[in-house]
């Protein structure tokens, strides 16, 4: 049995420290999701929704504009981008010479 604690032990202390800052931060943002989510709780639902709207709508336009989205929203942005101004057409709209122009 000390010989399984000790190849345990082993295995965590290979782990990078960066690896444990990552989880510590998640485990974190956890605890402070669920607090403001109890302390919201007790909110009016039409603003807590009205809110919650404006917000995915902004990040939702910035990852659209930008193309920042995380990788499992690829293919929903996709789909919906050609819709919306994106950052890179507008580029190549003011690189473009404009019409008439030596």
């Given amino acids: 049995m000390v010989i399984f604690a000790l190849t345990a032990m082993e295995r ?9 800052l990552i989880l510590a931060g998640a485990v974190i943002a956890l605890v402070v999701g669920v607090i403001v989510l109890r ?3 007790g909110t009016n639902k039409v603003i807590m929704a009205v809110v919650a ?10 990852w659209i504009y930008e193309r920042n989205e995380p990788a499992f ?21 003011q690189a473009a010479k404009p019409k008439g122009a030596p």
């Fill in 12 to 20: 965590l202390q290979r782990i990078p420290k960066s690896f444990w």
């Fill in 73 to 93: 929203m690829t293919p929903f942005v996709e789909k919906i981008a050609p819709f919306f101004p994106s950052k890179g057409a507008y580029e190549n709209k």
């Fill in 39 to 41: 302390k919201l709780a």
């Fill in 53 to 62: 709207f404006i917000v995915f709508t902004v990040v939702g336009v910035n």
